[in-house]
């Protein structure tokens, strides 16, 4: 089904229904019918570029969409109103966005080179941004416990984050080209990572965590 005039840059499901949320070239987001192949809510209004990236939290009350305008949007499903004025505290664009498994957080990843955490409620930014990559965030995954987030990047790395300290855990790991999407397996024991160059990694996080503390010990 054609869901927009323009290019779709970002696609996301709804966790309890047949729904999906997608963001345009046109700088709008959308809620789709799987089944039915109709519009169902939006567009959603707000972005003046861009929509890189869109996700939805568990609840399904919530879209978070992330924009070359360098902002953030948070939006009421129920309303489709936007639950705080846009947010811009990166730099450059917002590659990709993730609520926290409660809903109370999100967490975006931006071409600025960092990660940084706000409160759902209400927009504001939580501690200092995680900092370490030397280029584009292209990709960022919360894990089901909430403990971590995980980013894949520019710069050949993959890379975990506490969600408490916001500080890097362990070492990065390495690809031997840009890093462009990450994944975490639904029992939270695997990662997955894909390069630029054509190849899939697969990570233990058990293993990646037991390697950081043995590090710091």
């Known amino acids: 089904m054609?869901?927009?005039?323009?290019?779709?840059?970002?696609?996301?499901?709804?966790?309890?229904?047949?729904?999906?949320?997608?963001?345009?070239?046109?700088?709008?987001?959308?809620?789709?019918?799987?089944?039915?192949?109709?519009?169902?809510?939006?567009?959603?209004?707000?972005?003046?570029?861009?929509?890189?990236?869109?996700?939805?939290?568990?609840?399904?009350?919530?879209?978070?969409?992330?924009?070359?305008?360098?902002?953030?949007?948070?939006?009421?499903?129920?309303?489709?109103?936007?639950?705080?004025?846009?947010?811009?505290?990166?730099?450059?664009?917002?590659?990709?966005?993730?609520?926290?498994?409660?809903?109370?957080?999100?967490?975006?990843?931006s071409q600025d080179k960092t990660v940084r955490f706000w409160d759902s409620s209400n927009g504001i930014q939580i501690g200092q941004p995680c900092t370490g990559h030397t280029s584009y965030v292209n990709s960022l995954v919360t894990s089901s416990d909430g403990s971590l987030v995980v980013t894949a990047s520019h710069d050949k790395t993959v890379r975990l984050w506490s969600t408490k300290s916001h500080q890097q855990i362990g070492q990065p790991l390495e690809h031997t080209s840009r890093v462009r999407s990450v994944a975490i397996s639904p029992n939270g024991e695997l990662l997955v990572s894909g390069g630029r160059d054509g190849k899939v990694r697969l990570w233990s996080i058990k293993n990646t965590l037991s390697a950081a503390i043995q590090l710091y010990s």
């Open 2 to 109: 054609r869901v927009h005039a323009n290019a779709v840059s970002a696609v996301a499901f709804f966790q309890h229904d047949g729904r999906i949320v997608t963001g345009s070239y046109g700088n709008t987001v959308k809620i789709w019918d799987v089944e039915k192949g109709e519009l169902v809510g939006g567009p959603f209004e707000g972005h003046n570029d861009s929509v890189r990236s869109v996700a939805v939290s568990l609840d399904d009350r919530r879209i978070a969409s992330g924009g070359l305008d360098k902002t953030i949007i948070i939006w009421d499903v129920e309303s489709q109103q936007m639950v705080f004025d846009p947010q811009e505290k990166h730099t450059k664009a917002v590659n990709s966005v993730c609520f926290s498994p409660d809903g109370k957080k999100f967490a975006s990843g």
